[in-house]
């Protein structure tokens, strides 16, 4: 311990300050794990045993409603006049023709048919060889004459009444466990005189559940009765056996451990069972152990980022001269924005910091000016390019092709032009991104000109525009796309059958509402709900120009506004374009690029 010291001592602070840390680091996280692993195991442990404690709670709340059950059916039976009867006179061994025994034989097919779970239902006489027997199945197969009565005998009466049952597989050679009810019948008209035996078989859900319970292998659930006999267990050849932890089901529910295991009990309400879930007490910690490695690999990660940053931390107090070369690799690469952080440099390297960052700092003016330098130049090579196509140029040209055309007498050429001129003045706009719903609507006139005579007029044409929002803002080229949407994927399909376009505008509230319909050949259903969808969203099978009128409406005025497509009553497809009313918009807020005076 000595010799270790005396070499600590005579290493560098900063290896000392790393050993330090570490050490510290460690402790910690040991106390951390430590405390963790005690939480997680009480905590799994404990919602281990409420989990238990609802099973058995679910299953005692099922078995007592399925012996609550029984033992109603077993009262109404008893009582029931045509049993009492048949009761009564079985010792005369009557023939099955009698009125008696077809009366009982209804009664109990009666209550065979209301009990889907009761397997079969017997009335014994007092001398046990008159019986009335009725089941799913035939004495053959339970062998009810040959087992009732040994059956019987070994069955324990539930509580203080009179009523016996026991679960076993007695019945049907061995082959099936079914619940046993025998309730002894006594002569409504004369007190304490016993007419016979009352025997139903069930197959009941509760006890089904322990046998065929497929829980972990080493827990258990079973039945036991309040005299320590087990009633039902997934292990058949346990059952009817005594249990040796009677005297430790105290209060209930409860839970108590014995011989390395723990017992989770609950009282089935008004009958003298018991169900009891068993389970080795490491089974309660192993669902804890994948949580506590869990914990231990990500403290386990932590303690080597921690060791990770300490080293960072060192080599930045200790070794400023790193940081100088790895900002020197950042410019390398092309990162001209790195600078070093002068403060805790000590006095040393401050200067250096200093006069890399002056340089760093001379070197982005003079990266700047040549970027300013390189954009005049290609914007002087683009100015000269748009002189070369100034709109007046083009103007004045369509100007002499519409007056040359009037000179001829051509009307058609002079209509297209002056369509032509009128078109491209409005898709300029002065540089204008947003124009007026009316100069929009004069584009749209003028293109179904143009149209129109390249298609030999196939397309016409009603406009229903309130006059109240022809001055409202809307994006320019809005209802253009839409138009010709409408005559190449709508009317132009219809071979060369003539279509309708409807164009409306109108206030809705604090909106305006357009709408393109026609009376082309239309979509379905499905087509309508892609387009609705993806008007938004890009989708490469989808129409760019749509989805652009769509996204530019959104930029201006918001989400709640824009298009949405649907069927008309002529077959064809109605969009409808909502914007809000406003008369006021700042130019070039689409688009962002140069006004131009024309």
């Not at 390398?332 to 040393?348: C, F, Q, Y």
């Amino acid at each position: 311990m000595v010799k270790w010291y005396s070499k600590i001592t005579h290493w560098k602070f900063d290896k000392k300050m790393q050993l330090l840390v570490t050490v510290a680091i460690t402790l910690t996280t040991l106390l951390f794990l430590a405390i963790s692993t005690v939480s997680s195991i009480t905590s799994m442990k404990r919602q281990s045993m409420e989990l238990l404690q609802s099973q058995n709670s679910t299953v005692s709340e099922n078995i007592r409603s399925s012996l609550d059950r029984y033992k109603t059916a077993a009262l109404a039976t008893i009582m029931d006049s045509s049993v009492q009867t048949y009761a009564r006179e079985a010792e005369k061994k009557l023939p099955e023709t009698t009125v008696p025994v077809q009366n009982a034989y209804n009664v109990l097919s009666s209550i065979l048919n209301m009990h889907s779970d009761l397997n079969f239902i017997a009335i014994v006489g007092a001398g046990e060889e008159d019986y009335v027997y009725k089941g799913r199945e035939n004495l053959s197969v339970t062998k009810f004459t040959q087992v009732y009565r040994e059956d019987y005998e070994a069955s324990k009466t539930v509580g203080s009444g009179t009523i016996r049952m026991c679960y076993n597989n007695a019945y049907y050679g061995g082959k099936r466990y079914t619940l046993n009810v025998y309730f002894p019948i006594y002569d409504t008209g004369r007190i304490f005189r016993e007419l016979g035996l009352l025997c139903l078989n069930f197959t009941n859900a509760g006890f089904q559940q322990i046998l065929e319970y497929e829980g972990a292998s080493d827990m258990e659930t079973v039945v036991v009765d309040t005299d320590g006999m087990l009633v039902a267990s997934r292990n058949t050849e346990n059952i009817g056996s005594q249990i040796n932890y009677m005297e430790d089901i105290q209060a209930n529910p409860g839970t108590f451990t014995k011989d390395g295991n723990m017992y989770i009990y609950q009282k089935v309400k008004n009958w003298n069972f018991y169900v009891v879930s068993i389970i080795p007490t490491i089974e309660l910690y192993k669902s804890s152990i994948h949580t506590i490695i869990v914990i231990t690999l990500i403290l386990l990660v932590l303690v080597v980022a921690s060791t990770k940053v300490l080293q960072k931390i060192i080599k930045r107090v200790y070794q400023p001269l790193d940081k100088v070369i790895n900002k020197m690799d950042d410019v390398a690469s092309g990162s001209l924005k790195t600078r070093i952080d002068v403060e805790n440099m000590g006095e040393d390297f401050s200067k250096l910091a200093v006069g890399f960052n002056s340089m760093m700092d001379e070197i982005q003016i003079l990266m700047e000016q040549v970027k300013q330098e390189q954009h005049q130049i290609e914007q002087q090579r683009f100015n000269a390019l748009q002189s070369q196509i100034q709109p007046h140029f083009l103007y004045n040209t369509l100007e002499c092709i519409h007056w040359q055309a009037i000179a001829d007498g051509n009307k058609e050429i002079s209509t297209l032009v002056k369509a032509l001129a009128k078109y491209y003045r409005i898709c300029l706009s002065k540089g204008r991104d947003v124009i007026t719903l009316g100069m929009e609507l004069e584009h749209v006139r003028n293109y179904l000109i143009i149209q129109n005579m390249r298609y030999d007029n196939i397309i016409g044409s009603e406009f229903d525009i309130d006059s109240s929002v022809e001055d409202a803002m809307i994006p320019k080229l809005t209802l253009q796309p839409l138009v010709e949407n409408s005559i190449y994927h709508g009317m132009k399909l219809k071979e060369g059958k003539k279509g309708t376009l409807f164009i409306t505008a109108k206030r809705d509230g604090e909106d305006v509402l357009i709408t393109v319909s026609d009376t082309g050949t239309g979509m379905n259903q499905q087509q309508i709900d892609e387009m609705n969808q993806h008007l938004s969203e890009y989708e490469d099978s989808f129409g760019y120009g749509v989805r652009n009128v769509n996204k530019r409406i959104e930029l201006l005025y918001g989400k709640g506004f824009g298009l949405f497509y649907l069927k008309n009553e002529s077959g064809g497809v109605t969009v409808k374009i909502r914007i809000p009313y406003v008369t006021e918009v700042k130019d070039n807020i689409l688009g962002g690029g140069q006004q131009t005076d024309v």
